[in-house]
């Protein structure tokens, strides 16, 4: 069963609009962590932002927010005022509880994002 | 300081042949994964460490693949015998004990077998 969902293969923004990313994920856990990672065609992945299912409030960082919304059970990655360097692949990942401590990554298929100037 | 740090970036080889990938984690991290991304199954962990011992290899498609991280500083995953659906690319990613939260990925391993 797919645990994280996204479900748009492709999205074309303009400069400077906001954009949305979607993810939804399944899981009956009531302890587990969202994370998105970007993939630039460099092909490395970056971490953008993580969000415990605890946490009260949204998480941000700089231009990324993540749309927290525990009861749909969504995790959509919010981008603003986009540049033409966010151009690349959006990877939206759950954190598995694991008895040894450490987390096991489970992504989803990814959002190819593409910022026209 | 430095990040996570693959050897080889790109490797071409032949069906049947051993395959040797490296990974040097970043100082000071108590993690180390190994991931493969696929266009068709997209990344998948292939096995952890904690503190240099495996703690969960469920992902290791099979017994071609071997994965070892002999002190803190070095891991390998091993493939033998390679076949053509092996092809990926391999990501190693280390993540530290007080931040278990974020990992951070090398720049991976462009496998191609022939």
């Known amino acids: 069963a797919q645990k994280i969902t996204q479900t748009q293969p492709g999205m074309f923004v303009q400069e400077k609009e906001a954009v949305t990313l979607d993810c939804t994920y399944d899981?009956?856990?009531?302890?587990?962590?969202l994370f998105w990672y970007k993939q630039p065609s460099s092909g490395e992945m970056i971490f953008l932002i993580y969000?415990?299912?605890?946490?009260?409030q949204n998480a941000t960082e700089g231009r990324y927010s993540l749309n927290f919304q525990k009861a749909r059970k969504s995790a959509n990655l919010v981008i603003s005022a986009s540049q033409l360097g966010d151009s690349a692949m959006y990877f939206c990942a759950m954190r598995e509880p694991s008895i040894q401590g450490a987390q096991k990554l489970v992504f989803g298929q990814g959002t190819r994002l593409t910022i026209n100037p | 300081d430095a990040g996570v740090i693959q050897s080889p970036r790109h490797e071409v080889t032949e069906m049947g042949q051993e395959v040797t990938l490296r990974c040097k984690p970043i100082?000071?991290?108590?993690?180390l994964f190994w991931y493969r991304q696929t266009m068709m199954r997209g990344l998948e962990l292939l096995i952890y460490f904690n503190n240099n011992v495996p703690i969960d290899d469920s992902g290791m498609p099979e017994d071609r693949f071997s994965a070892k991280m002999p002190n803190a500083s070095f891991s390998t995953l091993k493939i033998q015998p390679s076949e053509p659906r092996d092809s990926a690319v391999y990501f190693c990613?280390?993540?530290?004990?007080?931040?278990?939260?974020?990992?951070?990925f090398g720049p991976g391993t462009r496998l191609l077998v022939l």
């Open positions: 969000q415990g299912s605890y946490d009260q």
């Open positions: 990613a280390s993540s530290p004990w007080a931040n278990q939260e974020t990992q951070y």
């Open positions: 899981t009956s856990d009531p302890s587990y962590g």
């Open positions: 100082s000071g991290h108590d993690y």
